[in-house]
């Protein structure tokens, strides 16, 4: 089977859509050389079909995103990496069912993959052939085509599965909450100025580090926005560390940096010292040190994971699906805006983890 290459052929695809109570979704996309990963390849099913469609060949898809937006539910399988890819192509994908999501509030792990879910829900064994293709290049093989439409063909029974499974654990209402965060708008888009999140190794920075770090990555994530360029292009992770940790003042001590480009320097290096000026840090700039541990922080951390462990035990669920080691620091540092004392997970967990503080 050929993917759909013309209008007329995706067009036929919608026409079948359009009527569907649910409909498979999955992507093949490529994001090495860009910010914003470009689509390669869709692959849609229902209840009678499947098949896939080449955005490459026919990049207006309109006609197929109208049949998307319509009433049906959209199955797709940890779906936050496709939704971004998909919706400024195609428009609104909702409402959601997040497989999954599913899987892990009805007591798979967390972070299941498809071929792994198939394989408990319906005893199928996925191909893992064709894990790492290149899905721009063109032509295809059939048994590309064969894998790709594997992701979809098998979505809409997995999704009655765990429906049946939820209903009879009485937890649909807690999916519903679930994608309802998932079909935000918001939530697929990165806010510049939180993008200090993503980089790892910074933990327990003093206040002047902290807002280096923070306009750092604000400013590496617009610039790779405004280029469309993947963010470590613009500046890699570890010299984003060692601007923090050496906070340098001058063309010559960014310069000294190892792995430091003269390239950046010569185009970028008056912006990166401009961020270490407003961060404002003290000069000379104060030891990086970890904070010692706090004993009552420590045990009383200790506590509360124990009575989140227990929770997931009575549950069959995965800790980490009712609360991530996050959460509980911030409950134990005297936090409460964290999702365990939000909907369902206040109600199994938050109030419990409450009275023990």
């Known amino acids: 089977m ?19 109570p649910a409909i498979g979704l999955d992507t093949e996309f490529l994001r090495e050389r860009t ?19 080449d955005p490459l060949a026919v990049p207006d898809l309109a006609g197929l995103g ?6 049906a539910v959209k199955v797709l399988h940890a779906s936050r990496q496709d939704l971004e ?10 409402p959601l069912f997040d497989t999954q999501l599913a899987a892990a509030l009805a007591g798979e792990p967390a972070q299941i993959g498809y071929a792994e879910l198939v394989r408990r829900l319906l005893g199928h064994e996925l191909a893992k052939a064709h894990t790492r293709t290149d899905w721009s290049r063109r032509p295809l093989s059939a048994e590309q085509i064969e894998y790709a439409l594997d992701d979809v063909r098998h979505l809409l029974p997995v999704k009655a599965a765990l429906e049946e499974r939820l209903e009879r654990l009485g937890r649909l209402s807690w999916l519903t909450e679930e994608l309802a965060a998932l079909e935000d708008p918001a939530a697929l888009s990165v806010d510049p100025d939180q993008a200090w999140r993503r980089v790892k190794g910074l933990a327990g920075l003093d206040p002047g580090r902290q807002r280096l770090l923070a306009a750092l990555a604000a400013w590496r994530e617009r610039r790779a926005l405004e280029r469309n360029r993947p963010r470590g292009w613009i500046l890699e992770d570890g010299l984003v560390r060692e601007i923090v940790l050496r906070v340098p003042r001058t063309s010559a001590a960014l310069g000294a ?14 912006q990166l010292l401009e961020c270490v000026r407003a961060a404002e840090v003290p000069e000379p700039a104060p030891a990086v040190s970890r904070p010692r541990p706090d004993p009552q922080q420590s045990a009383l ?10 929770a997931a035990a009575e549950l069959g669920m995965s800790p980490e ?37």
């Open 85 to 94: 890819v998909l919706v400024p192509v195609v428009g609104a994908v909702r």
């Open 2 to 20: 050929h993917p759909a290459a013309t209008p007329d052929a995706v067009n036929a695809i919608a026409t079948r859509l359009a009527a569907q």
């Open 66 to 71: 109208a049949a998307i937006a319509a009433p």
């Open 301 to 310: 951390l200790k506590k509360l994971g124990a009575i989140q462990r227990e």
């Open 35 to 53: 910010y914003h990963a470009k689509l390669c390849l869709l692959q849609l099913s229902w209840a009678e079909g499947a098949a896939c469609v």
């Open 321 to 357: 699906v009712l609360a991530t080691r996050r959460d509980l620091e911030q409950l134990a540092a005297g936090g409460r805006d964290t999702p365990v004392l939000t909907g369902w997970r206040r109600t199994v967990l938050g109030e419990k983890l409450l009275a023990a503080l």
């Open 257 to 270: 940096i190892e792995g430091m480009p003269p390239g950046l320097i010569e185009r970028c290096g008056a």
